[in-house]
């Protein structure tokens, strides 16, 4: 099985500030991945896919970027409503793998 | 708007039967691959199965093969999940999702509680 590790675990940070969150995986995987962002109580929502893809909907300033092991998820200014927890998962084979999380707290 | 309901969790006994259902609503339910998803409290998103448009290929991980079935009735628009033999180690939120290789929309997710 491929697996992905995320860093930070937790993180926290500002209401306008960048960050970064990042995934390794523990093969190449291209750009098989995808970011998902849950809140509390909530089912995760599909932010990016193919590392670097914006779904439909999603506010441009998240981006991701990255390809073969190594991937990143950016927030270029952060807003109240992107504190949360962020998963990475690889869609290159089955299993379909996830991170462990990034919790994202106000600081 | 699609929408996906689950329903059937609960609290089992170890050793017991549960099965759940998803209600997919707002789009072509017969056209997508459909997952299963969980998360134990307070942990991460662990894939389970998945089931292709027609249902004639289903994959599952190591830890449920041979004690979960994934089946879908296109006719019905709804996904189940037939877990036997549960551990506590089962237990957690219920999540179907759908899909092929990742996970575009899911729904509220249901609680699967194995204890005694």
């Known amino acids: 099985d491929i697996q992905m590790t995320q860093s930070p675990s937790s993180l926290s940070a500002s209401v306008g500030d960048k960050v970064t969150i990042t995934c390794r995986a523990s093969?190449?995987?291209?750009?098989?991945v995808v970011w998902y962002q849950q809140k509390p109580g909530k089912a995760p929502k599909f932010l990016i896919y193919?590392?670097?893809t914006l779904q439909s909907g999603v506010p441009s300033r998240f981006s991701g970027s990255g390809s073969g092991t190594e991937f990143t998820l950016t927030i270029s200014s952060l807003q109240p409503e992107d504190f949360a927890i962020y998963f990475c998962?690889?869609?290159?084979?089955?299993?379909?793998?996830f991170g462990q999380g990034t919790k994202l707290e106000i600081k | 708007e699609v929408q996906l309901v689950e329903s059937g969790g609960g609290l089992v006994q170890p050793g017991g039967s549960l099965r759940l259902s998803c209600a997919a609503s707002?789009?072509?339910?017969?056209?997508?691959?459909m997952h299963w998803v969980r998360q134990a409290p307070g942990k991460g998103l662990v894939w389970v199965s998945l089931?292709?448009?027609?249902?004639?290929?289903?994959i599952y991980a190591d830890s449920v093969k041979g004690r979960f079935t994934v089946s879908r009735d296109n006719a019905k628009n709804t996904l189940y999940l037939q877990m036997s033999s549960l551990r506590a180690e089962d237990t957690a939120v219920y999540y179907c999702?759908?899909?092929?290789?990742?996970?575009?929309?899911w729904g509220q997710g249901t609680l699967v509680t194995v204890s005694s």
């Open positions: 999702a759908r899909g092929k290789t990742s996970f575009d929309y």
């Open positions: 707002g789009f072509t339910f017969s056209s997508f691959g």
């Open positions: 089931i292709n448009n027609d249902g004639s290929t289903t």
């Open positions: 093969q190449s995987i291209s750009s098989y």
């Open positions: 193919d590392a670097s």
């Open positions: 998962q690889q869609s290159y084979s089955n299993p379909y793998t």
